[in-house]
């Protein structure tokens, strides 16, 4: 997938998750086709913004638990990004807080990231 077809559907599936425009059957798909140093960063990316704490999560911790229980190699990809070179640039350089009001900027740069 070009890059920006990788920003494109990221985003697609970020607001599938956060706003419950996607079913599961679709953010699988989504998830199956992009890198999952992507898909991983972008789940603890919603796990920061959406702490249980917060009255809104309970729809988002929702659907998270939905698609990684009825599709649980999703979970396991993420997972193993984790420890990816790439994920842990990520995390020691930048805060998910600066990304709140603008997730296309992350996207962005993570997918800069993995393709340079």
Known sequence: ????????ESLRWLEGLEGGSLPAQDL??????LDPVIVSLMI?????????AKP???????RLVEL????????NRAKDAETDPISEWFMETYSF?????????????????LEG
Do not use: C, H, W
């Open 97 to 113: 807080g600066q990304f709140y009001q603008k997730p296309e900027e992350m996207v962005q740069l993570i997918i800069d990231k």
């Open 28 to 33: 699988f798909n989504i998830a199956d086709r």
């Open 44 to 52: 603890r990316y919603l796990r920061k913004k959406y702490p249980s």
């Open 56 to 62: 809104e999560s309970s729809a988002i911790i929702g």
């Open 1 to 8: 997938m070009d890059p920006q077809a990788q920003v494109r």
């Open 68 to 75: 990684s229980s009825t599709y649980p190699q999703v979970v």
